[in-house]
């Protein structure tokens, strides 16, 4: 990490430069990400990854277009290069703009700001967190009777990453968030029924305190040996339509897919029309109704401890809660300064960045649906017969983030109110309509998983948070799994 | 540049042996790119990059240690990698560990460098205008895509002795048209050469797929003959491909786990190839990340599995000879090509009695690696097949099948070979149309 003034010094220079060149709008942002990793297979440590990603990212508006660059060199000559080129490039692209890019007036913060880990990374030695994957692999052993556990793949992470953003309309951040994430892929055996497989990601803000918090080894000991029942035991799922429990794992993911994402106001303009593709919501279209009261999804970056936390955004602009859907009705975009000026309103401080070589681009952070009243308990008892799927494996959405698909790892068959045998691959195939529509009863609990969400070209791969509580939905035909 | 670039990876590799560790290797990679974004018709930004690279490998007493930076000087290097050391001495051995290996003769490939993409670097507008001119000929609404230029120095040091450069330069473009109502198609091209015309067909097609496919109908659910094209097959057959990585087989990931050299996995018809020396094609490369030299294979051969792809570790590991596709840790594909058939597209269409030819896909997702259970979705132009004739615009689909019953189903390949590279295909990829029989056609029940 650069000192503070250097760094200070090194992006208020480029933006002064900027602007002196003829850019009407000027940003400069020294990113660094740093990480260390240790990964392993069945328990035996395969390596240990060293990371550090530094350097500057530069953006300016000339005449209407807008132009990026960036460098790892970080001397005054290497950024004026980089300058002069962001600006001539951008030049040279004007005489194909229809539409010169502007950003919208904004609030804009002067501030520092640091997550503390609760418990730092050095705190553990290097042989107490590589005797952490031998556990793990260990309890996965343990745990599995019958079938054979084939392969543990596990990733641990520990990362930071700092920033310092300032712009030519004042803005100057400085941030520095500490991150831990575990990656993990299982796969149990059996010779006649065949192999289960699950990949899950734990990411949060903050330092190995979270260790502690996820219980890992117990965690996995528990879901080996659901899995090999899974694998043993589990029956073909109705072919009726039934009423549907969906777990917080799943609820989480559709909030992601089928509100976050089509609510990044650039999305909506077409502005990833070729990559991340465009949005089922329209401009104009706020206002609209696309649910039923419970369908309320907040996107919050401010949630302490999150792994999609920040303070301000990488324009500079105040994060605060955003509530897409509201009581059914399409309600916020996500913006950054850009799409706010089309749209006519503030930023809401959606502009997040991966690294010194990414622009900053409209993003989620943590997503969820807003909780209700009920418990698990609740939601189950007057099913007469029914599904509750607890954890997925596949998923997918289409561009427009309108026909979704996730087919259940964890599921239980439900009759007359009470959880029975496991069910196997229930796919629900559902539109994103149909999903807000006719969830019928919320539960009152939040949790949140962590995933790293994609967008961007060249692609930027964000930490996020999405949750939210299980809910029910009535009469729904559970899809083909596979052939 | 290259003497600086080497001079960096050399200095890595000594300063390596000083702290002690017994081997190393530093690949140093400088790159400038230049990447022009269009939506709407219009440059929606104009992205510029240079920047250093550095990815050291450590092994002390059989333990590794990967290292990557992107740095402002050495001396953060040299001081992580003394602190590595240290934790060097606590890690256990690697199952993965094997030397790596001594140096063998290079032969360079010719032809890597165009000096008109370096030109272009500084200026790519032009090619924006190309495509953008080139959609619109068709009555679309809007076109959006990539125009993506780069110039990559690489240099390998290893402390077994290896010490090489190589220069080259790519390009990919890729153009997404929409034509109102509800149309879209989408095309990319890729090489490493500039290819102004590559350009302007991605356009022209994408702008006929989205003309063609206005007006969609709904399509019944079930089983279909399906005609992929190049993007939609090279998006199937990067994921195979990967998968015949020797490291995804011994971590799990891979439909080849349980599977050997020799095995029927596929279709007669199909043959792929994973070819680095093939120069037009932008992964290219004469040497690998441990020296190896580079060589083109077959990675299925008449439907047979030849072989998995290896780096010399998990070549160790599996009693198989490296097939110069490291990746320190992960060996993988550089550029892959699938052998063409005898069949135009028309002739394939005339062929099928009831399918549907899928233009273009994304969210590739499974739900089992070993078994090869996936889905994924339409995106852009879908066509209904019947009796051999093309007869209507469908709405999107999702195909919901096994990777293996997709190989094993191939029924027909195009006589003509297109070079795909996009978001969804990011192994250069050169393949024709297919044709697969039986495919499970889903969409939602609500």
Known sequence: MLRGDVMEDLVLYAVDYARGAGATYAEAR???????????????????????????????????????????????????AAVDRAIAQAKNALRLMKHPVELAESRLGRAKYSVLEAKRFDSLSFEEKAGFHSELWKALSRSIGEAKASALFVEYVE?????????????????????????????ITHPQKGSIQRWETLGASGGLEWLDKWGLINKLEEDAKTYEKILLTAIEPPKDPIDLVIGSEIVGLMVHESCGHPSEADRILGREAAQAGKSFIKKGMAGEN??????????????????????????????????????????????????????GVESNAAARSMDYKSEPIVRMANTYLKPGNYRLEELIEDVELGVYVKSYMEWNIDDERWSQRYVGLEAYLIERGEIKDFVRNPALEITTGGFYSNIDAVGREVKFYAGTCGKGEPPQGVPVWFGGPDVRLRKVRLGVSVA | MNEELLRISEDLVKRASVEGFNESAALSINTRRTMLKIANSEPSVIQHWNSLSVITYLAKDRRIIIMEFHPRDESEIYKSMADLLKVAAKVMESPLYAPLPEPIEVKPLEGLVDREVIERLEEPSTLAEVAIEAAHREKIDSVAGTIDLWYREKALSTSSGVSLHEDSTGFQAYLRAFAEPSGSGQWSTCSTRLNSRGVEEAALTAAKYAVESRYREKVEVGKYDVIMSPMVFGNLLELTVRMASAFNVLMGLSMFMGRKPGDKVASDKLRVFDEPRNTELP?????????????????????????????????????ATTTGNAGWISPAPWNITVGRGGYSLDEMIGGVKRGILVTNNWYTRLQNYVEGVFSTVSRDAVFLIENGKVTKSIEKIRMADRLPNILNNIEALGKEAYNIMWWEVTIPSKLPYVLIKDVSVTKPTL
């Open chain 1, 159 to 187: 990362s930071f990453e700092e920033k310092a953003v300032a712009n030519s309309d004042g803005a100057f951040i400085e941030s520095r968030v500490p991150r831990i994430a575990l990656f993990y892929n299982l796969v």
């Open chain 1, 30 to 80: 020294y990113h660094r990400n740093s990480l260390r990793s240790i990964v392993s297979n069945n328990g035996l440590i395969l390596g240990v990854g060293s990371e550090v990603v530094e350097g500057i990212g530069i953006r300016v508006v000339v005449g209407g277009a807008l132009g990026f660059s960036a460098t790892n060199r970080l001397e005054r000559s290497s950024i004026k």
């Open chain 2, 283 to 319: 992964r290219a490369t004469s040497f690998d990340d441990e020296g190896v030299p580079t060589h083109n294979k077959a990675v299925i051969d008449g439907g047979v599995l030849k072989t998995l792809l290896h780096n010399s570790k998990t070549a160790s590991k599996m009693g």
């Open chain 1, 290 to 343: 696309i649910g039923n009261e419970n369908a309320t999804v907040i996107d919050d970056p401010s949630i302490p401890g999150s792994y999609g936390f920040y303070l301000y955004d990488d324009e500079g602009v105040p994060a605060k809660p955003r509530y897409l859907y509201k009581e059914g009705v399409i309600n916020e975009h996500l913006h950054n300064r850009w799409t706010a000026k089309i749209y």
